[in-house]
């Protein structure tokens, strides 16, 4: 076996590609870059210029690398603000930033695929604006409200109970936005176009979603808020090629889940994994198997360069969900990608127990271990109880004492980036 570094490590994807031109070619390999931030990065990212400065920092991070191991961060953000606010600041002043930070760590939280931590992150940004005056509080109450939708939306798929009360709380919303900012609006709309797809009103899906379009349309020179500056046309363009999947208007799914792949642009990597995902649904809902499978390779690829995006996260979900889909066709192509996809995956949670067994080594204990790779112990499936199942251990020194008999020697030779 080769030596395994944890910041970087390269799975062969395997197998061959037909272009358009009939040129056979090798795919690239998946690059994985699994801890794709740093802990020292990560605090860096924290470092108060001004009040405002960590979100917006943490914010364009989000972007980049997605939200998984980001909302630590700025829950510690929000916390030093409370403690020591500046000289001159009002007290509602800095409730709604330190609020404002709260709410993104819930979206953080919610990007790691951990709905119920997002959650209570939401109650506790309410919690500390509770006594503010709602125009000192606008745009977080939109942020909030805009989250709170998202999170109501978790079960939308499985439960008439959960549509119906999204749906109040979409059509409360939108009813309380009339004064709004026209971008926010039309996220609104599409949210409610969402239920309306999923209880069958395919109608007043696709009316709502065409308003969605005219509005944000007529909002691009509008000023935005950072929190709403994800929401442009390449996200409209994902978000209603879901809605028309969900509404089984598939000739327009598939081409706005074209148009948000063209359009997306190359710095928003999750948001490019997440409609490279949408794009391949709506192939294989049109048998469109070779552009499902090409959209999938390359959705594979970007993963491998979020904060371990191969691993845990809305990205990582995603990948899992679409193995399962391409699993139930028995021909050469997909089962092309679910091997590059399990070679991948397999590769990651082995650097990952690599790390883990390194740092038990140097006789960390599990609090840091869990805060340096931002792992869940409390998660069954994170890596830490999974290594733990695996060397049969109930604490770290008991994985450092039998981790060597699960991974090979070589594996934990040299230096990491946890050192």
């Known amino acids: 076996m080769i030596p395994l570094t944890a910041s970087t490590a390269v799975a062969t994807a395997g197998g061959t590609a037909t272009t358009t031109l009939g040129v056979r070619h090798r795919r690239r390999p998946v690059q994985m870059v699994l801890w794709a931030l740093g802990e020292d990065e990560i605090a860096q990212l924290a470092q ?11 914010a364009r991070a989000d972007e980049r690398y997605g939200g998984v191991g980001l909302a630590g961060q700025a829950v510690e953000s929000a916390r030093r603000i409370l403690r020591a606010a500046p000289s001159g600041m009002s007290d509602q002043v800095r409730a709604v930033v330190a609020a404002q930070h709260l709410t993104h760590a819930a979206w953080c939280a919610f990007d790691a695929a951990e709905p119920l931590v997002a959650a209570g992150l939401l109650a506790r940004a309410r919690q500390v604006s509770a006594g503010v005056p709602r125009p000192l509080a606008q745009r977080l109450h939109r942020h ?20 119906r009360g999204m749906l109040a709380a979409a059509i409360a919303a939108r009813d309380g936005a009339a004064r709004a900012p026209l971008r926010y609006r039309a996220l609104l709309a599409v949210h409610t176009a969402r239920v309306r797809a999923y209880a069958g009103q395919v109608g007043e899906a696709r009316r709502l979603l065409r308003y969605a379009h005219r509005t944000l349309d007529q909002a691009t020179r509008m000023p935005v808020p950072l929190w709403l500056s994800w929401f442009d046309q390449p996200a409209l363009h994902t978000l209603t090629a879901r809605v028309c999947l969900t509404a089984g208007l598939l000739d327009e799914a598939v081409n706005h889940a074209r148009q948000a792949v063209q359009t997306m ?3 928003r990597v999750r948001d490019r994994v997440h409609a490279l995902l949408t794009h ?7 048998q ?18 979020l904060h371990q995006g191969l691993l845990v996260g809305r990205a990582a979900v995603g990948l899992q969900q679409l193995r399962t889909t391409l699993g139930r066709y028995p021909e050469a192509t997909p089962m092309q990608w679910i091997n590059a996809y399990d070679t991948a995956a397999a ?12 740092l038990a080594h140097s006789g ?3 609090a840091t271990i869990t805060r340096r790779l931002g792992l869940h112990p409390s998660d069954p499936a994170s890596r830490l109880a999974i290594l733990k199942r695996r060397c049969q251990a109930r604490t770290i020194p008991e994985i450092a004492a039998r981790a060597t008999t699960l991974l090979h020697p070589t594996d934990l030779a040299g230096d990491g980036p946890c050192r």
């Not at 391949?280 to 049109?286: G, V």
């Open 347 to 358: 590769r990651a949670a082995m650097i990952a127990d690599v790390d883990i067994v390194r």
């Open 288 to 305: 469109t198997m070779d552009d499902a499978v090409r959209a999938a390779h390359t959705a594979l690829r970007l993963a491998g360069h």
């Open 48 to 58: 108060p210029r001004t009040l405002a400065d960590p979100v917006e920092r943490l």
């Open 280 to 286: 391949a649904h709506t192939q294989l809902a049109t």
């Open 364 to 366: 960390a204990d599990e």
């Open 265 to 267: 642009p190359a710095h």
């Open 144 to 163: 909030l409200v805009h989250l709170d939708l998202v999170l109501s939306g978790v079960g939308l798929a499985h439960t008439a109970d959960s549509r």
